[in-house]
């Protein structure tokens, strides 16, 4: 984590000396010649300070609120503590700022010197945008007294910032609903809900006996309730579309939020949700419900690489491009998480290197990205459960995400595709891109498949209602 | 994506050429030199404020007031030129201010990306004034050396200054880390002067000067060897 360089500064100083030196010489003058002490003296104070140990310290990140709405200022305070025994002279801070949101306020960078357990911290300010935000980590360099040696270290705190409203499990229930028609069902049944009361037939449950009406009247009826079966829903995220630009950045971080909210909606309501990357790198959970796995879900989404938005989009707000390897993966060794490409030995060259370059630089050539995304979709519908319906997450940004829409839907999986709409379109290449997104869109619904189009300054919940309201 | 100005940082600048100004002060006896160099640092002063205030996009009033700078050092100049009454005291009182406007132009900084450059420049002028004085008016030694120091600690303020507006911008606060090292700088100086004033008092400058040289260049070879 840490490298040091020489930065060489004092190399220069030794030229004093010679000036004085030559000048000194050339015209007698004793008390001249003695000020090439001064330089040779300097000369050699950078070997008498101690060189700086690596930084030890400790960052912690609030942000206030945790989850912002669209648009509004969130304060995040940092706290950078020196957990070393020696003090740090020269210790240069840059906070790792997530791409996509601009600081607004304050600056998220700080030069201090800081004594064995002392601590400084920075405030500013950023403006939330729609989507789930993860913090780099800190940058931190060290330099010691004489600013001979400079250490650098990343100080790892995370933090996600997650933005956008909530939805609300009805939303949900009519889209999925709508269907699959096997969430709340109109057969009576034994759920929770009461659905009718009938005469009591023979065989049906004690339980389920009308005991008031017995007491009241002395004829036995059955209360029927409304079966509820839960449905099983993989929230696929489309991440590896149109390369790292900016936008492209915004959108995936607009779809990684709306999946930590629709997951967190239908585990309320009780049904399954797994979780898939769509793109690379590769990323699957499968189905389940309960909170536990809910948490695992949303760990994945703030941690796993495949979820990172714009990972490397403003490498030059660091002194050096903090390069995204350096991201927090190891937090992502939660079970559940299986590598398709593991399994199968690696079957592509480059793909495992790969994996979290195609997203942060986009760099990697069309083909392969597309080739890799068939793999995935491939994998995908060898694990789904012929029950498990699909809810896609995608800006739409390719035709490759209409044919794999079309793959898992010809698989028997029905697929519903939620789509951030394009923030800005003021350039010719983002309006025609905003015009081949609509005619995607148009191709998906003529196939029947339900398209929520979710505009950039719309409510998720509005959005998905307006289309199960127009499709019904 | 932050809104950072990658220019020096204020706290370190403003030492920098404060210490470039006493390199200039403690070697000046006339009171027509202290006018001038008073007068060439308050238009460094007023430049500086009339570059603040067209970064903060006020850009006519920050032209205005940055040309009113620039004229009050032109008159600095002119009054170093013509006020002292010896070609002596014009001699180290040039090379001086002029190397404190070359190093304030570096810090403002007049053209982004040669900072380093003319902070450089402008230190080395301001030792050339330190040795002219040295040379043309034999100025105690304690002076020079003090002199001598106030320079080193001005390049390496500015150098730090230079570093950190490129590593955290000018709008983070670095007093504290600026502080901690120019510090650490005028400590170590402040030791050496001692040191060779100290020889001084031995009466080495008794001795002749070819010993005093080969004794230098014998010293120099050491701390070269021992830096690699």
Same mark, same amino acid.
């Given at each position: 984590?840490?490298?040091?360089?020489?930065?060489?500064?004092?190399?220069?100083?030794?030229?004093?000396?010679?000036?004085? *030196?030559?000048?000194?010489?050339?015209?007698?003058? $004793?008390?001249?010649?003695?000020?090439?002490?001064?330089?040779?003296?300097?000369?050699?104070? $950078?070997?008498? #300070?101690?060189?700086?140990?690596?930084?030890?310290?400790?960052?912690?990140?609030?942000?206030?609120?945790?989850?912002?709405?669209?648009?509004?200022?969130?304060?995040?305070?940092?706290?950078?503590?020196?957990?070393?025994?020696?003090?740090? $002279?020269?210790?240069? #801070?840059?906070?790792?700022?997530?791409?996509?949101?601009?600081?607004?306020?304050?600056?998220?960078?700080?030069?201090?010197?800081?004594?064995?357990?002392?601590?400084?911290?920075?405030?500013?300010?950023?403006?939330?945008?729609?989507?789930?935000?993860?913090?780099?980590?800190?940058?931190?360099?060290?330099?010691? /007294?004489?600013?001979?040696?400079?250490?650098?270290?990343?100080?790892?705190?995370?933090?996600?910032?997650?933005?956008?409203?909530?939805?609300?499990?009805?939303?949900?229930?009519?889209?999925?609903?709508?269907?699959?028609?096997?969430?709340?069902?109109?057969?009576?049944?034994?759920?929770?809900?009461?659905?009718?009361?009938?005469?009591?037939?023979? *065989?049906?449950?004690?339980?389920?006996?009308?005991?008031?009406?017995?007491?009241?009247?002395?004829?036995?009826?059955?209360?029927?309730?409304?079966?509820?079966?839960?449905?099983?829903?993989?929230?696929?995220?489309?991440?590896?579309?149109?390369?790292?630009?900016?936008?492209?950045?915004?959108?995936?971080?607009?779809?990684? *939020?709306?999946?930590?909210?629709?997951?967190?909606?239908?585990?309320?309501?009780?049904?399954?949700?797994? /979780?898939?990357?769509?793109?690379?790198?590769?990323?699957?959970?499968?189905?389940?419900?309960?909170?536990?796995?809910?948490?695992?879900?949303?760990?994945?989404?703030?941690?796993?690489?495949?979820?990172?938005?714009?990972?490397?989009?403003?490498?030059?707000?660091?002194?050096?491009?903090?390069?995204?390897?350096?991201?927090?993966?190891?937090?992502?060794?939660? *079970?559940?998480?299986?590598?398709?490409?593991?399994?199968?030995?690696?079957?592509?060259?480059?793909?495992?290197?790969?994996?979290?370059?195609?997203?942060?630089?986009?760099?990697?050539?069309?083909?392969?990205?597309?080739?890799?995304?068939?793999?995935?979709?491939?994998?995908?519908?060898?694990?789904?459960?012929?029950?498990?319906?699909?809810?896609? /997450?995608? $800006?739409?940004?390719?035709?490759?995400?209409?044919?794999?829409?079309?793959?898992?839907?010809?698989?028997?999986?029905?697929?519903?595709?939620?789509?951030?709409?394009?923030?800005?379109?003021?350039?010719?290449?983002?309006?025609?891109?905003?015009?081949?997104?609509?005619?995607?869109?148009?191709?998906?619904?003529?196939?029947?498949?339900?398209?929520?189009?979710?505009?950039?300054?719309?409510?998720?919940?509005?959005?998905?209602?307006?289309?199960?309201?127009?499709?019904? | 994506? =932050?809104?950072?100005?990658?220019?020096?940082?204020?706290?370190?600048?403003?030492?920098?050429?404060?210490?470039?100004?006493?390199?200039?002060?403690?070697?000046?006896?006339?009171?027509?030199?202290?006018?001038? @160099?008073?007068? !060439?640092?308050?238009?460094?002063?007023?430049?500086?404020?009339?570059?603040?205030?067209?970064?903060?996009?006020?850009?006519?009033?920050?032209?205005?007031?940055?040309?009113?700078?620039?004229?009050?050092?032109?008159?600095?100049?002119?009054?170093?030129?013509?006020?002292?009454?010896? %070609?002596?005291?014009?001699?180290?009182?040039?090379?001086?201010?002029?190397?404190?406007?070359?190093?304030?132009?570096?810090?403002?900084?007049?053209?982004?990306?040669?900072?380093? %450059?003319?902070?450089?420049?402008?230190? +080395?002028?301001?030792?050339?004034?330190?040795?002219?004085?040295?040379?043309?008016?034999?100025?105690? @030694?304690? !002076?020079?050396?003090?002199?001598?120091?106030?320079?080193?600690?001005?390049?390496?303020?500015?150098?730090?200054?230079? =570093?950190?507006?490129?590593?955290?911008?000018?709008?983070? !606060?670095?007093?504290? !880390?600026?502080?901690?090292?120019?510090?650490?700088?005028?400590?170590?100086?402040?030791?050496?002067?001692?040191?060779?004033?100290?020889?001084?008092?031995?009466?080495?400058?008794?001795?002749?000067?070819?010993? @005093?040289? +080969?004794? @230098?260049?014998?010293?120099?070879?050491?701390?070269?060897?021992?830096?690699?």
């Amino acid at each position: 984590m840490t490298d040091r360089t020489d930065t060489g500064r004092w190399r220069g100083v030794v030229a004093l000396s010679l000036f004085a *030196g030559t000048v000194g010489l050339l015209a007698q003058r $004793p008390a001249v010649l003695l000020l090439a002490a001064v330089g040779a003296g300097y000369a050699v104070y $950078p070997r008498l #300070v101690p060189s700086p140990p690596e930084p030890e310290i400790a960052v912690e990140r609030t942000v206030t609120p945790a989850s912002p709405d669209p648009g509004e200022r969130a304060e995040v305070s940092v706290t950078v503590r020196n957990e070393g025994d020696r003090w740090l $002279p020269d210790l240069r #801070v840059v906070d790792g700022v997530p791409a996509l949101l601009p600081v607004v306020d304050g600056t998220p960078r700080r030069a201090t010197a800081l004594a064995p357990g002392g601590e400084t911290s920075l405030e500013y300010a950023v403006e939330a945008r729609e989507g789930k935000h993860r913090f780099r980590p800190a940058t931190v360099l060290s330099r010691d /007294l004489a600013g001979t040696a400079e250490q650098r270290a990343t100080a790892a705190e995370p933090t996600v910032v997650d933005c956008g409203a909530s939805v609300s499990a009805t939303a949900l229930r009519n889209l999925t609903g709508e269907r699959a028609g096997e969430l709340r069902s109109d057969v009576g049944g034994s759920g929770l809900e009461f659905h009718r009361a009938r005469e009591y037939r023979q *065989g049906d449950p004690m339980r389920q006996v009308d005991w008031r009406r017995f007491a009241r009247s002395g004829e036995l009826g059955t209360i029927e309730y409304a079966e509820e079966r839960s449905a099983s829903v993989a929230l696929c995220v489309d991440v590896g579309a149109g390369g790292g630009d900016r936008s492209a950045a915004a959108a995936v971080a607009r779809c990684v *939020g709306a999946a930590d909210r629709i997951a967190g909606a239908l585990v309320d309501a009780n049904h399954e949700v797994g /979780l898939a990357s769509h793109g690379s790198p590769w990323y699957w959970l499968p189905p389940k419900p309960g909170s536990a796995h809910l948490a695992q879900l949303r760990r994945a989404l703030d941690t796993h690489p495949a979820f990172v938005p714009g990972s490397t989009a403003d490498g030059d707000d660091v002194p050096d491009p903090a390069d995204g390897s350096g991201v927090p993966g190891a937090e992502t060794s939660a *079970g559940g998480i299986q590598s398709p490409r593991a399994e199968a030995g690696t079957s592509a060259p480059g793909a495992s290197s790969g994996a979290s370059a195609a997203l942060s630089d986009g760099g990697q050539p069309i083909e392969d990205e597309s080739s890799d995304r068939e793999r995935g979709i491939g994998t995908l519908r060898e694990r789904l459960d012929s029950t498990t319906q699909v809810l896609l /997450l995608s $800006p739409l940004a390719d035709d490759g995400v209409v044919d794999s829409v079309r793959t898992l839907e010809a698989a028997g999986n029905l697929v519903t595709v939620v789509s951030p709409g394009p923030g800005e379109t003021d350039s010719v290449g983002t309006r025609l891109a905003a015009v081949e997104r609509d005619a995607r869109i148009r191709t998906l619904r003529r196939t029947g498949i339900p398209v929520v189009d979710w505009g950039p300054d719309e409510n998720l919940e509005n959005a998905i209602e307006l289309t199960t309201g127009r499709s019904a | 994506m =932050s809104n950072a100005t990658h220019r020096p940082a204020v706290p370190g600048a403003v030492l920098a050429v404060l210490s470039g100004a006493a390199a200039v002060a403690l070697l000046l006896d006339a009171a027509a030199q202290w006018r001038a @160099l008073l007068a !060439a640092l308050a238009g460094i002063a007023v430049c500086g404020l009339g570059y603040a205030a067209w970064q903060r996009s006020e850009a006519g009033l920050g032209a205005l007031v940055a040309l009113a700078g620039a004229a009050l050092l032109a008159v600095g100049f002119f009054l170093a030129a013509t006020g002292p009454e010896t %070609t002596t005291h014009r001699l180290e009182l040039l090379p001086g201010l002029l190397g404190l406007a070359v190093l304030a132009a570096g810090l403002l900084p007049v053209r982004a990306g040669r900072e380093r %450059t003319l902070v450089t420049v402008g230190t +080395a002028l301001l030792f050339v004034g330190v040795v002219a004085s040295g040379v043309f008016r034999g100025s105690p @030694l304690l !002076a020079l050396l003090a002199a001598t120091v106030a320079t080193v600690v001005a390049w390496d303020a500015g150098e730090q200054a230079v =570093s950190l507006g490129r590593q955290v911008g000018r709008q983070a !606060a670095t007093a504290r !880390a600026v502080l901690m090292h120019s510090g650490g700088t005028i400590l170590a100086g402040a030791v050496v002067a001692l040191a060779a004033l100290g020889v001084y008092r031995l009466n080495v400058t008794g001795l002749s000067l070819t010993a @005093l040289v +080969a004794l @230098l260049a014998a010293g120099f070879v050491l701390i070269l060897s021992l830096r690699n």
